[in-house]
């Protein structure tokens, strides 16, 4: 059965760091490209970053350029997210998806076929 299941999140105070990872069983990676979303409350789900198959290709949202940086280790069948100068904006439950990477266009949760359930990110002081 197809599964990805995400860790890492957590509390953090504000300029704070945070690695979450995105691994994946029932099926391998190699052929899947990665993103990784994020749903504050009452907000939209929206993209954060995403990852081709092989990682050549990354997409950042505006909002966290600079400051997240996503990779990929196919041999570990994982995903991570390294998550710096955290700010109160982007508490919100992070997800990761996958989608065929034939299928991989640009960093829309509507694109993404298969979901993780979500860790919680928290930044306060």
């Known amino acids: 059965q197809l599964q990805l299941v995400e860790s890492g999140g957590g509390l953090v105070q504000p300029g704070g760091s945070l690695r979450l990872s995105c691994a994946a069983s029932?099926?391998?990676?190699?052929?899947?490209?990665i993103g990784w979303f994020r749903q504050a409350p009452g907000k939209e789900r929206e993209g954060v970053s995403c990852i081709s198959s092989s990682g050549g290709i990354t997409v950042y949202a505006d909002s966290v350029k600079g400051r997240f940086t996503i990779s990929r280790d196919n041999a570990k069948n994982t995903v991570y997210l390294q998550m710096n100068s955290l700010k109160p904006e982007d508490t919100a439950v992070y997800y990761c998806?996958?989608?065929?990477?034939?299928?991989?266009?640009?960093?829309?949760?509507?694109?993404?076929?298969?979901w993780g359930q979500g860790t919680q990110v928290t930044v306060s002081s």
């Open positions: 998806a996958a989608v065929p990477q034939v299928l991989f266009r640009l960093c829309r949760p509507d694109e993404y076929h298969h």
């Open positions: 029932g099926f391998t990676l190699d052929y899947y490209a």
